[in-house]
């Protein structure tokens, strides 16, 4: 029977002959009403009618592994008859057309009202780049371009430049695209999208569902249409303002999709657990939480758990500051090697200017798909099952900085009740010379029986009696805002606190006026999004996170400044001494008139000019494997005795690792040593694995830390950022390891998100066309085999081929070398050293009245054979 039909386009006549001779065949043999359908999707494990196997063939095509039609009651090939064993290279159907066909077929949800583009699609998938090319598709080929393009940023002048090079060294006739533009769009047309929706100049509210035929805000009066500032002129379907969204289920729903990542998004079903150890928030109680109090969550492993991000991005617009605010989305239903990386963190919502307060109006079109996705949930394919299952989903926490979490959750972020934890219980004076807060005060965390809680003089002259506060839950925080009347748009004023909120919406600062009212104003701002739509959210063990990462940077910053008195950067001067003369503390270090001069005496936590040379020398002349750290050799002034252009990492490493040991020989010992306390706490929390028993002595220890700290630095030393250390292992123990909440990925991909923008006067629309080609190139790259993914990168130790780069490989040495090498390790082995001394001593016997460095000749050609025999 003649099967070459199978290789041939489905749009040629002998196709579609092919296809009527097989479904006669299969009719007659198996005597049935439903057949096996061979396309590339159902690959026989589903049967169909004759007609819709007919539409299958059509629109998904044959698969073209199925030679042998054993499904269809072939039984033996008959034996006078031509066999058609051709190849693809002699069909003229290039080796990756079946991939790329499946890979087309994965995006057809996209074409649901354009059922002719999807028919071109395909054709390009099964169309040689050019005649006689049996490697490369037109659709696999300009994948694997884009594919470099993203991972090495080239711009779109460059790709336009290749692709004509490309047009003119390849055949007459070759399929490839003409520019970066047509390259784009159809790639753009199998991609998830994204929705621009218009936004009041003021921030007040969207124009979407209700609001969207308005061309006037009906909060403050503003036009939705931009104005000239100058002339006043109006242009019509022009915007004022626009946020970009793109959606997150259909991008949930394509994880699935892919048979490979649907199965990892049931590893933390499936994997092994040790009772008492945190390492994946799939072991915390936060998560076990929603899963006992929300069974549908918790019966189907394939529900997703995820994490919202936000943070402002510089894009820096012509001779004036612009940020824009992405709101990333990470998945931690994956394996701890895949869940944090880029290709896992989805790009949700993207808006122009900072939002503020207002950033709740902003989040609406997400809130509503995540409230869709846990109430409803959402009809999806998976790939890895082979059926259709409801996909849910729920977000467990939010991780941002620290003013960024003020912002999401409606809390003061500084001042007076600056911890987001102890909310109105926060400890906290008044530096008046410093103008600044200080939250000192930890001995309240300390056991109650702990003798420092009774010394007065070493820290303010009183004994302390007070417990902290227990957080408050999310049930008493919900009891506390549900009442609250929110209002929206930048320029409002609050009747209640009496402080208009004022802002460009570019980033600029908030003008706050003096309150009119003596009383105190209520602590929270509003009744934010997440408590009044996701009806989940009052239950989750942490609502927001504190990123670890701000605060390790701000602290081992305001550190390093003090120690080195950097202007600028230390909490130590004039002002700090004249808070302790006016607080009544320390008089030894309180500042001194000498005439017309004031002395600041000598402090503990200051090093001098010599320990500061020991200091910087250390840290100039470490050495570290490749791709460890920076290189601290450029980050250190020897001349000046300071470290310049230190980034977040390079503080991480220096608090975890380097600082204990550039300062082990300088420093009086007591302060020292609560220095290395310190910085052993911020290595033992970011383990990545945890023992939860381990956990309360940590806490424990953090808290005489503290304390420690409290006898030998002045006030202005203790901001916000160090006593929200406190707060960092309650967290553990709730949410799991901190390397899945830190900033640190999410600060990454905003990298690249800036590294988006060619065109500073549109910024928001490269970030988002830029986004949409990259993900679509990640799920696209799942189907063809020699494509490496961007978001997953090799290892920088990786050859070409994945394996090892430091990997052994055997050369030949001469017997001389291989001599003086074993020589070498019998030399430096401890065991050995007795046989050295007794094989010295035969040869004096042997050669009496011989020097000492002939000895040593003869001994370093003869002691290998000597110990062989020796020992034999």
């Not at 099964?126 to 991972?151: D, I, M, R, W």
């Not at 784009?184 to 047309?189: D, E, M, N, P, Y």
């Not at 990470?330 to 993207?350: A, D, E, H, Q």
């Not at 003008?511 to 003596?518: G, Q």
């Amino acid at each position: 029977m003649d099967k070459s039909w199978m290789k041939t386009s489905r749009t040629t006549q002998s196709y579609a002959d092919g296809v009527k001779s097989f479904l006669l065949f299969a009719v007659t043999n198996l005597e049935s009403n439903e057949i096996p359908c061979p396309c590339v999707n159902c690959l026989n494990h589903y049967s169909f009618k004759a007609d819709d196997v007919e539409f299958h063939l059509f629109s998904k095509g044959f698969d073209q592994t199925y030679r042998r039609w054993i499904k269809h009651g072939e039984i033996d090939e008959p034996a006078g008859e031509e066999l058609h064993t051709e190849s693809f290279f002699d069909s003229g159907v290039p080796l990756d057309a079946a991939e790329t066909i499946k890979m087309v077929r994965a995006t057809e949800e996209n074409f649901d009202e354009d059922h002719e583009k999807f028919q071109e699609r395909l054709m390009d998938a099964e169309k040689p780049l050019y005649e006689g090319c049996h490697t490369f598709t037109k659709l696999s080929a300009l994948v694997q371009l884009l594919n470099l393009k993203t991972k090495h940023g080239g711009s779109d002048k460059f790709f336009n430049e290749l692709l004509v090079l490309l047009k003119q060294m390849l055949p007459e006739g070759n399929e490839i695209v003409k520019n970066t533009y047509e390259a784009k769009k159809i790639l753009k047309s199998m991609g998830a999208g994204y929705t621009k929706i218009h936004v009041c100049i003021n921030d007040c509210i969207l124009y979407r569902k209700e609001n969207k035929d308005l061309t006037v805000c009906p909060t403050c009066g503003e036009s939705r249409w931009k104005v000239d500032e100058r002339t006043k002129k109006l242009y019509d379907n022009t915007p004022a303002k626009v946020m970009w969204y793109f959606p997150i289920i259909p991008r949930l729903k394509r994880l699935f999709q892919v048979k490979t990542t649907a199965e990892d998004l049931r590893w933390h079903a499936t994997s092994s657990k040790t009772p008492g150890v945190l390492r994946h928030p799939s072991d915390s109680p936060a998560w076990k939480a929603i899963d006992d109090k929300y069974p549908e969550i918790a019966d189907d492993p394939r529900s997703l758990r995820l994490g919202i991000s936000t943070d402002g991005v510089d894009v820096n617009r012509g001779n004036r500051n612009h940020s824009v605010w992405p709101v990333l989305s990470v998945i931690y239903n994956l394996p701890p090697w895949l869940c944090m990386k880029r290709k896992f963190i989805m790009l949700s919502l993207l808006i122009s200017g900072a939002p503020g307060n207002d950033i709740d109006v902003f989040l609406e079109p997400l809130i509503d798909d995540l409230e869709l996705l846990f109430e409803a949930g959402v009809e999806t394919y998976d790939a890895y099952a082979q059926e259709q299952f409801t996909l849910r989903a729920v977000v467990l926490w939010t991780i941002n900085d620290y003013p960024a979490l003020g912002t999401l959750c409606g809390c003061p972020y500084s001042g007076f009740r600056g911890c987001v934890v102890c909310r109105e219980e926060t400890k906290c004076i008044r530096l008046p010379f410093s103008a600044k807060q200080c939250y000192a005060g930890h001995r309240r965390y300390l056991p109650y029986t702990h003798p420092f809680r009774k010394q007065t003089e070493a820290f303010n002259g009183k004994q302390e009696l007070e417990v902290a506060a227990d957080p408050m839950t999310g049930e008493q925080i919900y009891e506390e805002v549900q009442l609250i009347s929110n209002k929206w748009g930048k320029g409002l004023r609050c009747t209640d606190s009496e402080i208009p909120e004022t802002s460009t919406g570019r980033g600029g600062k908030i003008d706050k006026r003096k309150r009119k009212n003596k009383e105190k104003p209520p602590y929270w701002k509003k009744f934010n999004i997440w408590f009044r739509r996701l009806r989940y959210w009052r239950h989750n063990s942490v609502q927001h996170c504190i990123d670890f990462m701000h605060i390790e940077k701000n602290v081992a910053e305001s550190l390093v400044g003090t120690l080195l008195n950097l202007p600028g950067k230390t909490k130590d001067g004039l002002k700090a001494r004249k808070d302790l003369n006016f607080l009544g503390l320390r008089p030894e270090l309180q500042p001194k008139q000498n005439k017309n001069n004031i002395v600041l005496p000598a402090a503990c936590y200051t090093l001098q000019k010599d320990e500061k040379e020991k200091f910087c020398d250390t840290l100039y002349n470490l050495k570290v494997p490749q791709g460890y750290c920076s290189n601290f050799s450029s980050l250190v002034s020897l001349k000046d005795k300071k470290l310049v252009g230190l980034k977040s990492h390079d503080y991480h490493m220096l608090m975890q690792q380097f600082l204990p040991i550039a300062i082990r020989s300088v420093m009086p010992e007591p302060t020292r040593y609560a220095i290395i306390r310190l910085c052993f706490f911020f290595k033992s929390i970011c383990s990545k694995e945890i023992n939860v028993e381990e956990l309360d002595k940590l806490q424990e220890d953090l808290c005489v830390t503290l304390c420690l700290l409290e006898k030998y630095f002045p006030p202005s030393f203790f901001d916000v950022m160090l006593h929200l250390t406190v707060h960092l292992t309650r967290e553990v123990k709730l949410c799991g390891p901190i390397c899945f909440r830190w900033m640190y990925p999410f600060e990454r991909c905003m990298k690249v998100i800036k590294g988006h923008v060619r065109n500073k006067t549109y910024p928001e629309g490269c970030i988002a066309e830029e986004n949409i080609v990259e993900e679509t190139i990640e799920f696209l790259s799942e189907y063809q085999k020699n494509i490496t993914t961007i978001g997953v990168p090799t290892k920088k130790h990786s050859s070409a081929d994945g394996s090892p780069g430091s990997a052994g490989r055997s050369v030949e040495v001469s017997p001389e070398l291989l001599s003086k090498a074993h020589l070498f390790v019998l030399l430096n082995t401890p065991e050995i050293e007795h046989y050295i001394e007794e094989h010295m001593k035969f040869l004096e016997k042997e050669h009496p009245g011989s020097r000492l460095n002939d000895l040593t000749k003869k001994q370093s050609t003869t002691f290998g054979k000597w110990l062989r025999n020796k020992v034999s």
